[in-house]
C-alpha cells in the first residue's frame, strides 16, 4: 500500500520522543533498514521544557568489533544535524 500512495517519497528513518537511547532503538533500525535505500538515521527529540539549544540529537547504526576482534555488533553512532525549512515552514521550525 505505502509504495502505490507514496511512491516519490522515501523513508529516511525514525524518530523518538524519549531523552535517552533504549536497547529496543537497535532492534526498530534493523527493521527500518529493509525499508530504506541508505543507513536509518535515528533522531531523538528531548521533548521536556527547559531543553537549551536544539531539541535533537540525531544517531546511526554501525558495525563495530567487541572485545578480541571475534564479536561484530551494531552500535550507534552520532552524526551532526540541523533543523531547516522552506518559508511556508518557518514558524514551525522558529517555535521548535
Do not use: W
Request: glycine fraction near 8%; hydrophobic fraction near 35%.
Amino acid at each position: 500500500m505505502f509504495k502505490k500512495v507514496n511512491t516519490r517519497e522515501d523513508i529516511v528513518g525514525f524518530y523518538s520522543s524519549g531523552p535517552k537511547l533504549k536497547e529496543n532503538d537497535l532492534k526498530i533500525a534493523s527493521m527500518f533498514r529493509r525499508f530504506c535505500s541508505k543507513e536509518p538515521v535515528f533522531i531523538i527529540i528531548d521533548v521536556r521544557p527547559g531543553v537549551e539549544g536544539l531539541p535533537t540529537t540525531a544517531y546511526e547504526s554501525v558495525e563495530e568489533v567487541q572485545g578480541q576482534g571475534e564479536e561484530i555488533q551494531r552500535v550507534f553512532k552520532h552524526i551532526p544535524c540541523s533543523i531547516g525549512a522552506e518559508e511556508a515552514e518557518e514558524v514551525g521550525v522558529e517555535h521548535l
